[in-house]
Structure formats: C-alpha cells, structure tokens
C-alpha cells in the first residue's frame, strides 16, 4: 500500500472554483478528498476526478459543493495516521497531525524492462514493408527532405 497526494477541496467551495481547480490539476488521475466541517472535526469525503466531475455536470457555478454531492447523505470516510497505512483499505483518506497528507492506493505495479530481443520485435522499420521486401529500393524522403529539397 501507499499513499498518494491528493486534490483536497473545501465542502464550502462553490462549483465553478472547483471546476477551475481540477482543470488545473496536474494529473486526472490523483483522487479528490472534498472536507465538509462535521460536529466533531473534519470529515473527509473521497472521489474519483471523473466521479466529482459528472456530479457537477449541469450545475450553476454559484451552487456549494456540499448540496451538489448531497454530502449530509453521504457517510464520511474516517481517516488513519500513517503508522496503519498497511492495514488500511484502499480509498482511506491519511491524516498527519490534523493534516490531511493523501489517501491508501494500491502498490504500482512494475512493468520489467524490455529486453534486446523484444525491442527487436517490436522495432518498426523505418524504410517500411515494401522497402524490405526490394532490398535496395531507394528511401522516402521524409518531410525535412520535401521541405529543404536534400535526401536523395
């Protein structure tokens, strides 16, 4: 398990802010955390960007996150300190020293590298297929060669 940074965004925010906020983001990939103040201290609210996203589809850019997700109907997600990240299921929100610092992913899987053989495989001729075939068939120029008149 890790834990991965999020985009945090305030129950109180309103939805054009919002929108702005996540156009902006560096990556569609990172989860939203949207914190609404409870009774009894923050509560944290997960989603996916794309899930946040079809929620404020159709929304007036004046109208609070809170009634758009409708999070008074929603359960919060109670959140752990770093030291049960292991144990914790994925989609749990991290909090360190009243701070909210990510939420529980799964590992990254690791891809091996490839190797010579498989590149060898998977290269693509630059002379294409017909060119193989002829063996001594002359290059195409490519555009640098239209446009500057060299090549042969």
Known sequence: ???ESVIAVPAS???GPT?????TARTG???VVVVADGPSGPEYHVLTMAE???AMTNQLSATPLAEVLDLAGRSATVPIGRGEVQAAAVGTPVVDNGRLVGV???DKLELPEPTEQDLERGAPSTR???AEAAGDAPRKRGLWGRLTGSGS
Do not use: E, I
């Not at 929108?19 to 156009?23: I, K, N, P, S, V």
């Open 1 to 3: 398990m890790r834990v």
């Open 13 to 15: 925010d309103t939805v």
């Open 19 to 23: 929108r702005l906020r996540l156009l």
């Open 29 to 31: 990939k990172l989860p």
């Open 52 to 54: 946040l996203q079809a």
């Open 104 to 106: 529980v992913l799964d």
């Open 128 to 130: 294409g297929p017909a």
